[in-house]
Nanobody
Framework: QLQLVESGGGSVQPGGSLRLSCAASGATLESRTIGWYRHAPGKGREEVSCISSSGTVTYYNSPAKGRFTISRDTAGNTVDLQMTSLRPEDTAWYYC?????????????WGQGTQVTVSS
């Protein structure tokens, strides 16, 4: 099972930016469909964004559209989530996950998560 590791979380003021990164321990993420999820206090988990194994298909949920960008690094080692214009409601634990097939398929493995706090 792929071991995923997230990094890049932290505290930022509203309007600020953060770049989250997802890597695999001992493996690359090339040719894998990877999603970014978040879980906010008192709310259910939601998929924020996803990138297909080929990189040609990306998904963003409504809150993320226009503010977040998912991408792969050229070496295929990480899948990053660039988050801009952050809002207090973006405060959550963020997790990356590998999907079995496409962005709508089941999740195979989860990372441990990285915390994002947006507050003035």
């Amino acid at each position: 099972q792929l071991q995923l590791v997230e990094s890049g979380g932290g505290s930022v003021q509203p309007g600020g930016s953060l770049r989250l990164s997802c890597a695999a321990s001992g493996a690359t993420l090339e040719s894998r469909t990877i999603g970014w999820y978040r879980h906010a206090p008192g709310k259910g988990r939601e998929e924020v964004s996803c990138i297909s194994s080929s990189g040609t298909v990306t998904y963003y949920n409504s809150p993320a559209k226009g503010r977040f960008t998912i991408s792969r690094d050229t070496a295929g080692n990480t899948v990053d989530l660039q988050m801009t214009s952050l809002r207090p409601e973006d405060t959550a634990w963020y997790y990356c996950a590998e999907h079995t097939t496409d962005c709508y398929g089941p999740v195979l493995s989860w990372g441990q998560g990285t915390q994002v706090t947006v507050s003035s």
